[in-house]
């Protein structure tokens, strides 16, 4: 069975703070992993990672993906209040039409 | 160039009356995909529709729901006969060509009575 699992469930850290964001999964013909964050509502997109080892990077936000070992991590340094969000890993499979399975999220909170 | 837009944000339904969801993709997006969120729970598949076509339904109750994406016209999430257990924030997502990047609407919150 496909499955995304996400830790840790939650996390509350002080601003400035470096946090890392786990996401492991079991998906048929893997084509890609996405990160997104979620304020309040609509889910916005981070990153889209398909190739082993190689960093994407946005400010301060970076994620990697090991293949091998299947699981992603999404690293956020020198934390804001604004980073305050739920963060979903979605893995995306080849096969069949609904191959997007998201996991939990991750539900950070950042106390000033 | 407006992105996913759903509406209404928040929809208050008794139990037995019916719940009608509407999402409209960004422009140029054929694709649409709707979801379901439950507290603490993640995002789960329910229906995806390309223009007057479901291509993959396996994610929505066999009974009461139904989802339609016509010619002319946003996407429509139909629930008849709302019981409790469907109370759930209610996600659109569009894409031009399926699948990978997704842009999400703002949601709908349905609560029932």
Known sequence: EDKVVQSPLSLVVHEGDTVTLNCSYEVTNFRSLLWYKQEKKAPTFLFMLTSSGIEKKS??????????????????????????????CAVESQTGANNLFFGTGTRLTVIP | NAGVMQNPRHLVRRRGQE??????????????????QLPEEGLKFMVYLQKENIIDESGMPKERFSAE???????????????????????????????????????????VL
């Open chain 1, 59 to 88: 400010g301060r936000l970076s994620s990697i993906l090991d293949k091998k070992e299947l699981f992603s991590i999404l690293n956020i340094t020198a934390t804001q209040t604004g980073d305050s969000a739920i963060y979903l």
């Open chain 2, 19 to 36: 719940a009608r969801l509407r999402c409209s993709p960004m422009k140029g997006h054929s694709h649409v995909y709707w979801y379901r």
């Open chain 2, 69 to 111: 994406f016509p010619k002319e016209g946003p996407s429509i999430l139909r629930i008849q006969q709302v019981v409790r257990g469907d109370s759930a924030a209610y996600f659109c997502a569009s894409s031009p060509q399926g699948r990978q990047k997704l842009f999400f609407g703002s949601g709908t919150q349905l609560s």
